[in-house]
C-alpha cells in the first residue's frame, strides 16, 4: 500500500494557472513527489485540449475560475494566499494585468514561492510580447533549422519536430529551482520569485549544439563533417539519400537491420570495451584482428605519437576501417532478430536497442514493470497508461506509482484541499518577524557534491547544481575510459564549476582516500546501472558506513522506480531514442534517424537528477532522513514525448507528425516559403477569424485547402513582413533562425556574470581556455531567481588540475601525495594536452 504522506513534499501547496505544458507539468513534478495542487483553468477549459491534460493534471483538483472578473480575481488570490508556492506560464505582465501581482503579493508574504515560466524572457525587449508557442520558441532558437549533419547531408532544411524539447528542459529546470526555493525557505522562511523563460531553457538543453571550440583538431570531424567540407568547397548539392548518408555513419553509431526485418541501433563508439564486446558478440572480433586491425594502447596521446593507425574505441574512426567493420557488421545483424539482439547487447553490457515506436515504448514490458509506465483511471478515459515521475527518491519510490486521477472541484473545495494540508503541515521554518531578509546567496552555498559521473547526463546534473553554489569535486579514474571526444571535448560543457581530481579507487590507498572525501561531502552521485553499485561500495549500506548521512544520486539508462528485465541494461541518450520511438518518429518508421540535437535526453537527465537531489536535501533538512535519489534516461524521455506517451481503449492513433518531409502539425501550423526564405505559422482553427483579419489572407475560412492558401499567399511578401503583420493579429509566427547566427548576435567576452540579465539568449567566450582554445558556450542563465545568487561559471578545468589541492584537503600531505602520483594512485592528467592533438 502506497503511504502519501511520506512523500517529501507533502504538505506543500500549489497552485498552477499553467497552460499548454510547461507550467502544468512542474506542478506535476511536485505532485508526484506530494504536493498538494490546485489546477486552474479558465471558463472554457484549458488552452490546449488535449488527452495529455490527463498526465499533467494527476494528482491535482482541478477548478474553473474567471480572471477577467473581479469574482474570479478574488477566489484566486484566496488560493494563493492560502498556497506555498505559485505558478504561471504566460507572457511577462499578464498576471499583473489580471490583477495578480506577484511581486506585490510577496512584499506582503515575503515566504511565497512564485515561479513565472514564460515563453521568451520578460527582458527580452524584442520577444517577451510575442506569442510564444512551443514550436515558435523552437524556431526561434534553432531547433528547427540546426538539425543535425545528417540533415544538411540530405539537404533537409527546416526541419520539423513535434517534440516539446523547451518545455522539457523547462520543467526539469523549473521544478529543480522551486525545490531549491523551499529549502532555502527552510533556513530562512523566505521564498523567492523565480523565472524560467522556455527560449533560455531550450538553448541550455541545446548546449551541446551551441558551443564552438577554435581550431578543433582534425582527428575530431566525422565523416559526415568532411563531406559536408568537401561538398562546400566543391560547389556539390547536398542531397544524399538515407540509404547512402548510412555509409558516412560511425560503424558503432549507426543503425542495422535483423533478420525480422527491424532495426537495430548500436551505440558504443568512444570506449574499447563496448566496441571490443560488440564485435565478439556478432562474431567477427577475430577475423578483424586477422585482417590487421590495429590498436592504439593510449588514445590521448597526440595521433602524431600513437603506435598505430586507429583503433576500436576511437570515434571517429577513418573512413578505410570504418568501410571494413560497418559491412561485417550489417552481415552479422542480419541473422538475429531485433529483439534477440537486443537481449544479448544488454546481457552483454553493450550499448544498443531496437528501434521501436512510441507505442509500443509505452506497452512495453519493462517500462510498465520499472514503473516507468503507470497507469491511472482518469474520469473521462478510463484505465490509462502514462509516463512515471521524471525522478523518485528509492525509499519512497512504490509511493509515488500509484498517482490520483485529476478530479473536478469547485472553488469552495480547492480552497478547503488547501487549508486542510496546511494544517497538516509541520511548520519547522523561521515565520513572521523571523522571516530573515534576502541574502542574495546561492540556495547551496555550502554544498559539497563528490561527482564519480561520465559523459553527459551524470556529470551535466552536478554542472547545473554548481550554478546554486554548490562545490563540486569531479573524482575521474588515472587511466581514462572513454576516448578524448567523450572523455574530454564533453567535458568543456560539464566540467564547469569543478575542481578535477584523478585516483584509483580500486586499490587500497585509492579507496582510503575516497572514503576520506566521502566524509567531506554532502552528495555523492554516479551514473551507473544498479549492479555495480555493491562491487563500488556504493550500495546504501556501504556508503552510510563511511559516512553516515550521505546523500547519494544514481543516474542510468533504463532504471526505473521499480526492477524491470532491463534494469541492469547500460546504454545513452541515442538508446533510449532509439528505443522510445524519437527516432522512429524523427527519421520516419521505416528509416529512423537520431534526433539531430546531441544530448537531446542526455541534458534533461541531467537537470532531472538535479530535481531528485534537489529534493533530497530538502527531505533531509525537513525531516533528517538520507535518501537515494534517481532519475533515468528511460523517465525523461516520458517528458520530452508528454504529447504522445500515453495509451488508453479507443486512443486515437499514434499518427502525429514523422519523418524529413513533415514540416508541420497540420497546415495552420506548418513552415510555409515566403518570398525570401521560410516561416512557422502556429495558429489554430478557432482563430481563423484572425487571420482574416490580414489583407492577404481574407478568405481563408472558406478555402477547402488552407495548406494551399497559405502556400499561395505567404510566397507574395518577405518573411519579415508576414512575421510583424500576424503577430499585429496576435498569431503565433517565427522567422526560423539559426544557432549561429544567435550565437554571433549574443555572445560576448566571459564577464563573470551569469547572462540571466540578458534577455533569452546569452553566450560567453573565453579566448583563455585552460584547453588553449578559444571556446564559446551558451551561459547558465535559464533560472532567475529575484534574491538568491546564481554563479557564473568557469571554464572547465584540466583533467587532474587540482589532484593536490583535493588530496590535501583530504589531509594528506605533499609527500603523500607525491607517492600517490608516483606509484599511479592518483594523477595529474590524461595526456601530454588537455584536447589531444
Same mark, same amino acid.
Given at each position: 500500500m502506497s503511504n502519501k504522506s511520506r512523500l517529501p513534499l507533502a504538505g506543500v501547496r500549489v497552485v498552477d494557472f499553467g497552460q499548454q505544458i510547461a507550467g502544468p507539468a512542474v506542478a506535476m513534478a511536485l505532485a508526484d513527489f506530494g504536493a498538494t495542487v490546485i489546477h486552474v483553468d479558465p471558463p472554457q477549459g484549458p488552452q490546449w485540449d488535449h488527452p495529455?491534460? !490527463? &498526465?499533467?493534471?494527476?494528482?491535482?483538483?482541478? $477548478?474553473?475560475?474567471? /480572471?477577467?472578473?473581479?469574482?474570479?480575481?478574488?477566489?484566486?488570490?484566496?488560493?494563493?494566499?492560502a498556497a506555498d508556492v505559485v505558478i504561471e506560464s504566460f507572457r511577462p505582465g499578464v498576471?499583473?494585468?489580471?490583477?495578480?501581482?506577484?511581486?506585490?503579493?510577496?512584499s506582503q508574504r515575503p515566504d511565497l514561492i512564485a515561479l513565472s515560466i514564460p515563453g521568451f524572457a520578460s527582458n527580452d525587449d524584442l520577444r517577451k510580447e510575442w506569442k510564444a508557442t512551443e514550436a515558435v520558441v523552437a524556431a526561434t532558437c534553432g531547433a528547427f533549422t540546426d538539425m543535425g549533419f545528417n540533415r544538411v547531408l540530405m539537404g533537409v532544411n527546416p526541419s520539423f519536430s513535434p517534440l516539446p524539447l523547451g518545455?522539457?528542459? !523547462? &520543467?526539469?529546470?523549473?521544478?529543480?529551482?522551486? $525545490?531549491?526555493?523551499? /529549502?532555502?525557505r527552510e533556513k530562512t522562511g523566505r521564498g523567492d520569485s523565480i523565472e524560467v523563460p522556455v527560449a533560455a531553457a531550450l538553448m541550455e538543453g541545446l548546449s551541446y549544439n551551441s558551443y564552438v571550440i577554435d581550431g578543433l583538431p582534425d582527428r575530431y570531424k566525422t565523416m559526415r563533417e568532411e563531406e559536408i567540407e568537401y561538398r562546400k568547397a566543391n560547389n556539390i548539392p547536398m542531397d544524399l539519400s538515407y540509404d547512402e548518408l548510412q555509409e558516412y555513419l560511425d560503424p558503432f553509431y549507426r543503425t542495422y537491420e535483423c533478420a525480422d526485418g527491424r532495426m537495430f541501433y548500436c551505440v558504443c563508439p568512444s570506449h574499447r570495451n563496448h566496441a571490443k564486446r560488440a564485435l565478439k558478440l556478432l562474431g567477427i572480433y577475430d577475423e578483424l584482428v586477422a585482417e590487421g586491425l590495429p590498436e592504439v594502447q593510449d588514445l590521448h596521446l597526440p595521433v602524431s605519437e600513437w603506435d598505430g593507425e586507429t583503433s576500436i574505441g576511437v570515434y571517429p574512426l577513418p573512413k578505410k576501417w570504418a568501410d571494413i567493420i560497418s559491412?561485417?557488421?550489417?552481415?552479422?545483424?542480419?541473422?538475429?532478430?531485433?529483439?534477440?539482439?537486443?537481449?544479448?547487447?544488454?546481457e552483454g553490457r553493450i550499448p544498443g536497442a531496437p528501434h521501436r515506436t512510441t507505442e509500443e515504448w509505452v506497452n512495453d514490458e519493462h517500462t510498465n514493470a520499472a514503473g516507468l509506465i503507470v497507469e491511472v483511471d482518469d474520469p473521462q478515459y478510463g484505465p490509462m497508461k502514462q509516463g512515471g515521475p521524471i525522478a523518485w527518491l528509492e525509499d519512497i519510490a512504490e509511493d509515488m506509482l500509484t498517482p490520483r486521477p485529476r478530479r473536478n472541484v469547485s472553488v469552495e473545495q480547492a480552497l478547503a484541499e488547501l487549508q486542510q494540508a496546511g494544517k497538516a503541515q509541520v511548520v519547522t521554518r523561521p515565520t513572521g518577524q523571523a522571516i530573515q531578509p534576502a541574502s542574495g546567496k546561492g540556495w547551496l552555498d555550502g554544498v559539497r557534491i563528490l561527482d564519480l559521473t561520465n559523459v553527459i547526463a551524470g556529470p551535466h546534473s552536478t554542472a547545473f547544481l554548481s550554478r546554486f553554489g554548490a562545490e563540486v569535486i569531479k573524482l575521474d579514474p588515472v587511466t581514462p575510459l572513454y576516448d578524448p571526444l567523450i572523455g574530454t571535448l564533453f567535458t568543456f560543457q560539464t566540467g564547469v564549476n569543478k575542481k578535477s581530481a584523478?585516483?584509483?579507487?580500486?586499490?587500497?590507498?585509492?579507496?582510503?582516500?575516497?572514503?576520506?572525501?566521502?566524509?567531506?561531502?554532502?552528495m555523492v552521485v554516479i551514473n551507473a546501472p544498479e549492479r555495480q553499485m555493491k562491487p563500488l561500495g556504493?550500495?546504501?549500506?556501504?556508503?552510510?558506513?563511511?559516512?553516515?548521512g550521505v546523500i547519494f544520486c544514481r543516474l542510468d539508462c533504463l532504471g526505473g522506480p521499480r526492477r524491470g528485465p532491463k534494469t541492469d541494461y547500460i546504454g545513452y541518450d541515442d538508446i533510449i531514442q532509439a528505443n522510445s520511438g524519437i527516432m522512429s518518429r524523427f527519421g520516419g518508421p521505416q528509416t529512423p534517424e537520431e534526433h539531430a540535437h546531441l544530448g537531446t535526453l542526455d541534458v534533461n537527465c541531467g537537470f532531472a537528477g538535479g530535481l531528485a537531489m534537489a529534493v533530497a536535501l530538502y527531505r533531509k533538512y525537513k525531516t533528517g532522513e538520507t535518501s537515494r535519489a534517481r532519475t533515468s534516461l528511460s523517465a525523461v524521455t516520458n517528458l520530452a514525448q508528454l504529447p504522445f506517451a500515453f495509451d488508453y481503449a479507443g486512443r486515437a492513433p499514434f499518427d502525429e507528425p514523422s519523418g524529413r518531409e513533415a514540416l508541420g502539425n497540420h497546415a495552420l501550423s506548418h513552415f510555409y516559403s515566403t518570398a525570401d526564405g521560410w516561416i512557422f505559422i502556429d495558429a489554430q482553427a478557432s482563430e481563423l477569424d484572425r487571420l482574416e483579419q490580414v489583407e492577404a489572407l481574407a478568405g481563408i475560412s472558406a478555402a477547402a485547402d488552407k495548406g494551399a492558401f497559405l502556400a499561395r499567399a505567404l510566397r507574395s511578401a518577405p518573411a519579415q513582413y508576414w512575421a510583424g503583420v500576424l503577430r499585429d493579429v496576435?498569431?503565433?509566427?517565427?522567422?526560423?533562425?539559426?544557432?549561429?547566427?544567435l550565437r554571433?548576435?549574443?555572445?560576448?567576452?566571459?564577464?563573470?556574470?551569469?547572462?540571466?540579465?540578458?534577455?533569452?539568449?546569452?553566450?560567453?567566450?573565453?579566448?583563455d581556455h585552460p584547453s588553449g582554445h578559444c571556446i564559446t558556450q551558451v551561459d547558465h542563465y535559464a533560472i532567475r531567481p529575484a534574491e538568491a545568487r546564481i554563479r557564473a561559471f568557469t571554464p572547465a578545468e584540466r583533467f587532474g588540475h587540482s589532484t593536490g589541492s583535493v588530496l590535501a584537503e583530504a589531509g594528506y600531505s605533499d609527500a603523500e601525495i607525491r607517492l600517490m602520483i608516483e606509484q599511479g594512485i592518483a594523477g595529474l592528467g590524461w595526456g601530454k594536452e588537455y584536447l589531444p592533438s
Open positions: 495529455a491534460n !490527463a &498526465v499533467l493534471n494527476r494528482n491535482k483538483s482541478c $477548478v474553473r475560475i474567471d /480572471l477577467k472578473q473581479e469574482e474570479g480575481r478574488a477566489q484566486a488570490l484566496a488560493l494563493i494566499d498576471m499583473k494585468k489580471l490583477g495578480i501581482d506577484f511581486d506585490a503579493l510577496r518545455s522539457s528542459y !523547462a &520543467v526539469s529546470l523549473a521544478a529543480s529551482a522551486v $525545490v531549491l526555493a523551499l /529549502l532555502e559491412a561485417k557488421m550489417k552481415k552479422a545483424f542480419l541473422t538475429r532478430t531485433s529483439d534477440e539482439w537486443g537481449r544479448l547487447f544488454g584523478l585516483l584509483d579507487i580500486m586499490t587500497e590507498p585509492g579507496r582510503e582516500a575516497f572514503n576520506r572525501l566521502v566524509r567531506s561531502v554532502d556504493l550500495d546504501h549500506d556501504s556508503l552510510q558506513a563511511v559516512h553516515p496576435d498569431i503565433a509566427v517565427a522567422e526560423p533562425q539559426s544557432i549561429e547566427h554571433e548576435t549574443y555572445s560576448r567576452i566571459a564577464d563573470g556574470t551569469p547572462g540571466t540579465a540578458l534577455g533569452s539568449f546569452a553566450f560567453s567566450v573565453f579566448p
